[in-house]
């Protein structure tokens, strides 16, 4: 372009004034182009530009001290993501706001439906405006009992988990490495939220509690006392330990096979 140094038209002989004035509109024709930005004192506030060693559109800030990128008018769209969609190849940043309500990434008939930034480091997730669950360093928290479920083989009906209403304190259950050896087995705890796999019906020994049970061949290494109604039947050998006393109460028959 014609490199004008101001878009006035100064008074002067009728071919200078002509001069001066297709200059300044080759320099609007062609949205003020050079190969390197403008001086401070050939742009306003608003003003268009293209860079032609770049191919970069640009626009004076509104502060007129300096450019913001529009884009390459060499790529449709000026290289911006469509309206009716793209591929981006950069990394997509959203709005950062921790509201379950109008979550940052939603849809345009359902905006409090999506995914926002519940703080740093952890991702939430909302339905009808309110936080549904959320996914952090240390897994997937399912939020206000919610369940979760597996569908059948056509979705027409699940099965699922909950958890109780009321948690004094958080509790994790590890399960096994491996299936249990046999079939017939079934997972116990060791009281510290370790899971295994023991034949059915089989516990911890001890401390005379109602939910004890026993399978062929235990060791009990703790007193106890068999009351009615409580690990009635049959059983293999059992060792007691020394100085281990077994109460059985009035009228118990405890028969040892």
Not at 217 to 239: E, H, L, R, V
Request: aromatic content about 8%.
């Amino acid at each position: 372009m014609a490199d004008v140094t101001n878009y006035t038209i100064e008074n002067a002989s009728g071919a200078n004034v002509r001069t001066d004035i297709n200059a300044v509109f080759a320099a609007i024709q062609s949205s003020n182009s050079k190969s390197s930005d403008l001086a401070s004192s050939q742009c306003v506030a608003g003003m268009p530009f293209l860079n032609t060693s770049t191919n970069i559109l640009k626009i004076r800030n509104s502060s007129n001290n300096g450019f913001t990128e529009i884009g390459s008018i060499d790529s449709a769209n000026l290289g911006l993501l469509s309206k009716a969609g793209g591929t981006m190849t950069g990394a997509l940043l959203v709005d950062d706001s921790n509201s379950a309500s109008t979550p940052a990434l939603s849809f345009d008939t359902d905006t409090d439906t999506g995914l926002f930034r519940k703080s740093a480091n952890v991702m939430g997730f909302s339905a009808a405006g309110t936080e549904r669950l959320f996914l952090d360093s240390n897994g997937l928290t399912l939020q206000a009992q919610n369940d979760l479920r597996f569908a059948d083989a056509d979705s027409s009906h699940y099965v699922g988990f909950q958890a109780p209403a009321t948690v004094s304190s958080s509790l994790t259950w590890t399960l096994p490495a491996a299936d249990a050896a046999v079939s017939g087995y079934a997972l116990v705890s060791d009281a510290s939220g370790t899971l295994s796999w023991a034949a059915a019906g089989v516990g911890a020994v001890g401390g005379g509690s109602d939910n004890i049970f026993w399978e062929n061949d235990q060791t009990i290494t703790q007193n106890y006392t068999i009351t009615n109604g409580k690990n009635a039947g049959s059983f293999g050998p059992i060792t007691i330990q020394s100085g281990v006393t077994v109460t059985v109460g009035a009228g118990e028959t405890w028969t040892v096979v």
